[in-house]
């Protein structure tokens, strides 16, 4: 069961990895139509959290601000979410995706989970919220995720598509999976 469990995160990990982005190089252009979707998720769906979304200049959606805990798009009980098009107009790829909710222990306790990733797409794509997107989206971005999402212009805008493969290919040797689990 442990090893399904490890292979599904993989999958969706791998999955939000491909999902989307743009060619080479950075993406710094404005998105017409797009929709940006996904699963928060520790193991366990991350229900009823607020969903956050920044671009690459630090812009926000209007009427979002996690400041003053003002979110546009939540989790459902399930853990999806959506950021439809029409609230992400005038944003710029690439993103920073970020959930703030909680989830629980094996010891049954609850605790914070604050997850993020990156994604460059001007068309839309499905980005997953895990520990491994987390991970990644550290080893891509070379910073903690907190302030990458506090200030994604020094970080976020200078993403880079094959920064993110070659951090996708760096978890999956330092996990160490058995053969064949990679190429989910």
Do not use: W
């Amino acid at each position: 069961m442990k090893t399904y469990a490890i292979s599904a995160l993989i999958c969706g990990f791998v999955l939000t990895g491909c999902g989307g982005g743009g060619g080479g190089g950075s993406s710094s252009s404005s998105v017409s139509s797009l929709s940006i979707s996904g699963v928060a998720a520790t193991g366990a769906p991350i229900a009823n959290a607020p969903v956050y979304i920044k671009d690459s200049t630090g812009a926000e959606p209007k009427g979002q601000s996690e400041a003053e805990g003002k979110a546009l798009v939540t989790t459902d009980e399930n853990g999806l979410y959506a950021f439809p098009d029409d609230t992400l107009k005038g944003l710029q790829s690439p993103f920073i995706v970020r959930v703030a909710g909680n989830k629980v222990l094996d010891s049954g306790d609850d605790a914070t989970a604050i997850l993020h990733a990156v994604i460059a797409t001007t068309t839309g794509a499905r980005v997953n919220l895990t520990p491994l997107t987390e991970a990644v989206t550290i080893l891509t971005l070379g910073t903690d995720t907190a302030s990458a999402f506090a200030k994604p212009q020094d970080s976020v805008a200078i993403y880079k598509p094959q920064a993110a493969q070659d951090a996708n290919q760096a978890l999956l040797n330092a996990l160490k999976l058995p053969a064949g689990v990679s190429s989910i």
